[in-house]
């Protein structure tokens, strides 16, 4: 039988105040088996003329590393958020907050899951089969700009962080001895009407893929056109199809709509990434005496400029509070293709040995511009000391 314990290995961790980026390196457990492990952040800022730069971009990369080099986990802010939701995670509940201010009730949270998904009790990583197992931060609180997004950086950030660890004491009921490997496998430059191949690493049982691309002012079905997923040069195809298609598919893969729920502090004409790939619906209201309505400028676009109105329905140039409600699919301009799908029965994994290649082919299309980055993450299902 198994139990569990949280282990808080950092508490409110402040970062020297003028210390605007850097890698942060954190021990981990050395036994019992790690199932979760919950990063949260948070960092001053001041607003100017532009939303603060966000806690999700502001995050550059979380790795988890063992035996010195051996990648665990290697994902950006926006990755590892947007694995939350498709790991059922608590999404809408850890990013409620983008403001300025550094108040310890206003954590921006990352939960990274070793098993299968959020509460799996059969997966996780076994600590006893590692050596130097460790976490590493790496942060810029003074970027500007991030996916065609202007933001106010935050000087003299006093970056502040937690880390709590979810750990299995003895061995489960039914343990399969595996934990989830999820990292970035490949990163490029959106190019109009281009195919851009990725070649998928094989040697362990595929979990899934995500895809991600966005960009400011850039409609969504531009960037992310189509998809095409093979398996040893056309003998298995599962998966060639436009936007539409896919889209409609995905839908039926996560049936639950993604949400978003925050409180937020900006202007009118400020850019706001809305977190979605594609926005089903949107609401926001004053949460304070300047703004009334907060609105955005486009339906189509999941970057783009908010109007706050204040209560004579004048737009406000004075930065406001707002509470901003936003549902539509798709966490951080993402599509994610879980094998469980693709394959029969009670198996969620296709294992990658028995092909010689295996090719994902994503291509923008023709108003895609060429100024966005395109990522895409692997999951895999790993025996543990491998």
Not at 85 to 107: A, I, Q
Not at 124 to 139: C, E, F, H, R, V
Request: proline share 4%; net charge negative.
């Amino acid at each position: 039988m198994g139990r569990f314990r949280y282990a808080v290995l950092e508490r409110d961790h402040a970062i020297a105040t003028a210390t605007d980026e850097g890698t942060i390196t954190i021990d981990l457990p050395e036994e019992d088996i790690l199932s979760e492990l919950t990063i949260q952040a948070r960092a001053l800022g001041a607003y100017s003329n532009d939303f603060c730069l966000p806690m999700f971009a502001l995050i550059k990369k979380f790795e988890v590393l063992v035996d010195g080099s051996t990648v665990v986990k290697s994902l950006s802010g926006q990755e590892a958020r947007a694995l939350v939701y498709y790991n059922k995670g608590p999404f809408s509940l850890t990013n409620d907050y983008w403001g300025e201010d550094n108040n310890n009730v206003r954590y921006r949270s990352f939960p990274l899951y070793f098993g299968k998904h959020a509460g799996d009790t059969r997966s996780g990583l076994n600590m006893s089969d590692y050596a130097n197992p460790q976490l590493k931060i790496t942060w810029n609180a003074a970027a500007t700009t991030v996916d065609g997004n202007t933001y106010d950086a935050h000087t003299d950030p006093t970056f502040t962080y937690s880390v709590i660890a979810k750990m299995m004491e003895g061995t489960p009921s039914g343990w399969t001895n595996q934990y989830c490997q999820s990292r970035e496998v490949d990163a490029w430059t959106t190019s109009t009407s281009a195919q851009h191949n990725t070649e998928i690493p094989r040697g362990y049982d595929l979990k899934g893929l995500m895809w991600r691309g966005g960009y400011q002012g850039i409609n969504p079905e531009y960037t992310l056109e189509s998809m095409l997923l093979d398996f040893d040069n056309g003998k298995w195809k599962p998966l060639d199809m436009n936007y539409a298609q896919l889209w409609e598919v995905f839908k039926a893969w996560f049936p639950e709509p993604c949400a978003v729920h925050q409180w937020i502090r900006g202007a009118s004409a400020d850019h706001f990434d809305t977190q979605m790939l594609k926005v089903c619906g949107m609401a926001g209201n004053g949460a304070g005496a300047l703004a009334a309505d907060v609105t955005s400028t486009t339906g189509r676009r999941n970057m783009a400029d908010l109007t706050f109105f204040d209560y004579a329905a004048a737009a406000q140039s004075t930065v406001s509070s707002a509470w901003m409600n936003i549902f539509g699919f798709g966490p951080h301009q993402t599509i994610y293709v879980p094998m469980q799908q693709l394959v029969d029965g009670d198996k969620d994994t296709v294992p990658t040995t028995g092909y010689g290649r295996i090719d994902l082919k994503c291509t923008a299309g023709a108003s895609s511009g060429t100024s966005g980055q395109q990522y895409v993450v692997a999951e895999y299902m790993k025996p543990n000391g491998q």
